[in-house]
């Protein structure tokens, strides 16, 4: 079956979100670092599947070692299901991305976000990044461009608007994200999805 995955750091908001899309309660404040499995919901179609790929990133209380290893899995699942994944979701906070992004890259490092974006991209698999609790966001348009500009796509933000959806999972208006997605479904050819 066809699938749309979503990947993020821990805490930005995925299982909110998951909920939102699907109807499916799924199960949030779980202790980070435990879940490893992939989730898989159905769409309420049935014809396509959300798949909730474990947090990663920074989570209090869980090893180096660990946070290593979930990554590593999410990178393997990616790449062993890559022909039919039909739209990867990177889902970031709003609030905090850019800080974060900033921080790890004056540290010489690359940021999660940034490299599972790039990642995505890479294997061809279109890209959508879900820039979630925009409630917390005052400088909507300034934070949505910077964010751009670290991803690599040239501002505006609004020209992007098939690549960057500003939502927030937990007011329930996610809209600017469905309607990316369906951008990419038309553009696969695949309009009865959505
Ligand atoms: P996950 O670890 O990525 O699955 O994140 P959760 O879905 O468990 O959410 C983490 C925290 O962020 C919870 O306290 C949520 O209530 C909160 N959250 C999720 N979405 C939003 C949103 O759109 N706006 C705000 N302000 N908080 C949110």
């Not at 940034?114 to 990642?119: A, I, K, Q, S």
């Not at 910077?146 to 609004?158: A, F, T």
Request: net charge negative; with cysteine.
């Amino acid at each position: 079956r066809d699938e749309v995955v979503l990947v993020g750091r821990s805490n930005v908001g995925k299982s909110t979100l998951m909920r939102e899309l699907t109807g499916h309660k799924v199960k949030t404040g779980k202790k980070p670092g435990v879940t490893r499995q992939p989730n898989h919901f159905d769409w309420a179609s049935e014809k396509f599947m959300f798949t909730d790929l474990p947090g990663f990133g920074f989570m209090s209380g869980v090893s180096e070692e660990r946070r290593e290893q979930i990554k590593t899995d999410v990178v393997r699942y990616v790449e062993e299901n890559a022909d039919r994944i039909l739209v990867g979701v990177v889902v970031v906070d709003g609030k905090a991305a850019v800080d974060i992004i900033d921080r790890h890259s004056a540290e010489g490092e690359v940021p999660h976000d940034v490299e599972m974006f790039h990642f995505l991209q890479e294997l061809e698999i279109p890209t959508v990044v879900a820039v979630n609790k925009m409630d917390k966001v005052d400088d909507r348009d300034e934070r949505l461009n910077d964010l751009c500009d670290r991803l690599g796509l040239y501002p505006p933000w609004q020209q992007w608007r098939e690549t960057v959806a500003p939502i927030s999972a937990k007011r329930g208006s996610v809209e600017p994200l469905l309607e990316a997605l369906r951008t990419h479904f038309h553009d696969q050819k695949r309009d009865d999805l959505l």
